[in-house]
Nanobody
Framework: QVQLVESGGGLVQAGGSLRLSCAAS????????MGWFRQAPGKEREFVAG????????RYADYVKGRFTISRDNAKNTVYLRMNSLKPEDTAVYYC???????????????????WGQGTQVTVSS
């Protein structure tokens, strides 16, 4: 069992920045591929970014490339999402997720992930 707790959400103006953090506890953090997803009201949860066990490989949704950066610090059992140049359409609840896999591959589907945090709200105003 892995517990995930997100933090760092808030209200920002368009063009601003936020850094989200996800603190993990429980089983060995370093053996999980980590991902960030987001969900706006009435919409499906969608993949934002993912990072491999070592942090050497990352993957991003097209709509955040060049704006968002995912990273992890296994010594601190924490994964981060730096979000720059935020747009109103980025408004959503952002979720941290852990994929317990022996394949160090970043998957896009929500069904691939075993554990989820409670989410943190990001609101971007015009």
């Amino acid at each position: 069992q892995v517990q995930l707790v997100e933090s760092g959400g808030g209200l920002v103006q368009a063009g601003g920045s936020l850094r989200l953090s996800c603190a993990a506890s429980g089983r060995t953090f370093s053996r999980y591929v980590m991902g960030w997803f987001r969900q706006a009201p009435g919409k499906e949860r969608e993949f934002v970014a993912g990072i491999s066990w070592s942090g050497g490989n990352t993957r991003y949704a097209d709509y955040v490339k060049g704006r968002f950066t995912i990273s992890r610090d296994n010594a601190k059992n924490t994964v981060y999402l730096r979000m720059n140049s935020l747009k109103p359409e980025d408004t959503a609840v952002y979720y941290c997720a852990a994929d317990h896999t022996f394949q160090d591959l970043i998957r896009l589907s929500t069904t691939a992930y075993d554990y989820w945090g409670q989410g943190t709200q990001v609101t971007v105003s015009s």
